[in-house]
């Protein structure tokens, strides 16, 4: 069966590259079309736009992202493909011209920015179900366990894809065996602090925390403090919650005006957060 490693971006999945190599190593890149958080190197965003095939502006991930995925390829020796689907300007904005806001119950951004592209990329490439290696650690079963009750008799993941459309114009859906998960970590025994040994002393630059640095799952102190690290990218989640003609925020009952305007009565240190509060969309 053809091996495929999903790189998120963080140090867990780059373990997982750089230890148990892969056919493929698909990473999937979120991007936004706001000049405001345009990715400040010009060279390395044509570099990035080569490998996405189109242009590439910004993301509303850390920066330092970027880096990890190309130093990361550079030290295992091995091709990454980046893939990208719509920005998520597009994804939010919906055919009458109103926002439509990720929240808590609907994650679509996460459908249609992570899962979707590499969807899309293995039904052009590998075609057939493949072994996807997980990046759940030794103390995460319950996670696997979860995963792995939504599989089909078959053992396999699928994928709610359109394949067509009906005479009347009507999307044909069809669910589509594509994955079966594994979980290195686990079988290997493998904790957080071996992983954050093992890359002490490597060539690979990570981000404090990964996933969208405005994320709804993350807590309102964290995203405070986002504010003061990405002041444009925040700036971008209040804006579109700010022009939201119907209504619609992030997070219910605050708006994030309110969150990047408060003032903590403590200065709030990186330590005083961990990957629970990262809002980690667990790809």
């Known amino acids: 069966m053809i091996t495929v490693n999903s790189i998120s971006g963080g140090q867990t999945s780059a373990y997982i590259a750089a230890n148990y190599p892969a056919d493929y190593n698909i990473f999937a890149l979120v991007t936004t079309d706001d000049i405001k958080c345009q990715y400040p190197d010009a060279k390395v965003r044509q570099i990035v736009s080569d490998k996405i095939g189109k242009e590439f502006i910004g993301t509303l991930e850390d920066d330092i992202i970027i880096h990890t995925i190309l130093e990361l390829e550079q030290f295992i020796g091995s091709k990454i493909d980046w893939v990208v689907g719509r920005s998520f300007d597009e994804i939010i904005l919906r055919k009458n011209g109103t926002t439509f806001l990720p929240s808590y119950m609907r994650r679509f951004c996460t459908s249609e920015m992570k899962l979707e592209p590499i969807f899309n990329f ?89 996933n969208c640095v405005g994320c709804m799952h993350k807590e309102p102190a964290l995203l405070n403090k986002m504010a003061n690290l990405h002041p444009n990218k925040l700036e971008w989640f209040a804006k579109v919650e700010r022009e939201s003609a119907n209504g619609c925020t992030w997070r219910e009952h605050i708006t994030y005006d309110k969150i990047i305007n408060y003032k903590f009565t403590a200065d709030l240190i990186d330590s005083d957060f961990n990957e629970c509060d990262s809002g980690y969309c667990g790809l």
Request: aromatic content about 12%; overall charge positive; some cysteine.
């Open 122 to 210: 293995w039904k052009e490439n590998i075609k057939e179900p493949c072994e996807t290696r997980i990046g759940y650690r030794a103390n995460e079963m319950n996670r696997a366990k979860a995963m792995i009750k939504k599989l089909n008799a078959n053992g396999l993941s699928e994928f709610r894809a359109v394949v067509g459309h009906s005479k009347n114009g009507n999307k044909k859906w069809k669910d589509i065996e594509w994955q079966k998960p594994v979980f290195p970590l686990i079988e290997n025994n493998i904790y957080k602090d071996s992983i954050i040994n093992y890359w002490k002393d490597k060539p690979v630059q990570f981000a404090w925390m990964n």
